[in-house]
């Protein structure tokens, strides 16, 4: 029973950074109903400015706070710069801009930091087992960070004028701008919120599975099934959708596929939930008439 507990609380943990990397998934859906296939590679990115600024001497929540601040920067300017001018583009064009950027980012990482496995540091350590050694301190902490960030966004979109005024933008472009949003520059706080969440995901998971250009690949395939598990028009349900993943995984993969399989369970989910229900367990199902 010990085990079992373990690993549902790894799996709580790690459905923390899936959580939040489907989060980031559904908000550029919801702003270009397209997926951002990118989503990963920035993460990476920004992970590694965090370790280049620790390295560099900076405390570090200090590079924390500041990762996430460049981060930001860095998802307005793709938008303003590469989505804006395809943003009346075919379905295509749009596919081929996020496979380009998914190469470029990428790409670009390796060039810049190398690609050479590097070690993250994490702000939480304890020297005493927690909870009888059934959370390790890094785990506890991160779920603690994700948490915390998800609370906040639903916060800012539940209760702020502009958090509300991207919900409008993002979901009736046209009716917006009658009552006066300016629905261009909503779309581009948008990406750049959804890049500070995944700066923040790639930071929480690179302690563990360790720092390198392809560090988001596997995490960003989770993210994609809880965000398809949850609905991937719906950000709350995206959220639980990543959370139940992450403890799928760690069960299949303690008592069912092994270790070396886990991936296959991401894709099975996601299988599962376009074949059984492709709207998710909490997305909207649209009727059109022809």
Request: glycine share 12%.
């Amino acid at each position: 029973m010990d085990g079992f507990a373990h690993q549902i609380i790894a799996g709580i943990a790690t459905g923390g950074i899936y959580a939040s990397v489907a989060l980031a998934i559904v908000m550029i859906y919801q702003a270009t109903h397209h997926v951002n296939f990118a989503q990963g590679e920035m993460a990476t990115l920004s992970t590694f400015i965090a370790w280049s600024m620790v390295n560099a001497g900076m405390p570090y929540w200090v590079a924390f706070f500041g990762t996430i601040l460049v981060s930001f920067i860095i998802g307005v300017l793709v938008e303003r710069l590469l989505m804006r001018p395809v943003a009346n583009a075919p379905v295509l064009t749009h596919v081929g801009v996020f496979i380009g950027l998914l190469l470029i980012v990428g790409n670009m990482t390796g060039w810049i930091f190398g690609y050479t496995t590097k070690v993250f540091p994490t702000p939480f350590t304890s020297d005493q087992p927690l909870f009888g050694g059934l959370v390790s301190a890094h785990e506890l902490g991160s779920t603690a960070v994700t948490l915390t960030v998800l609370i906040l966004v639903w916060a800012f979109f539940r209760f702020t004028k502009l958090g509300l005024a991207m919900r409008a933008a993002a979901y009736n472009p046209r009716s917006s701008r009658l009552v006066g949003i300016r629905v261009g520059w909503m779309l581009a706080l948008g990406w750049g919120l959804a890049a500070a969440i995944g700066a923040v995901a790639g930071m929480m998971v690179a302690p563990v599975v360790f720092l390198d250009p392809t560090m988001m690949l596997g995490i960003l395939l989770y993210a994609f099934a809880g965000a398809l598990l949850g609905g991937i028009d719906n950000p709350m349900g995206a959220v639980l959708g990543g959370f139940a993943v992450g403890v799928l995984e760690n069960l299949a993969g303690a008592y069912v596929v092994g270790t070396e399989l886990k991936l296959t369970v991401a894709l099975a989910i996601i299988i599962g939930v376009l074949v059984v229900r492709p709207s998710g367990l909490f997305g909207r199902v649209v009727f059109s008439r022809v």
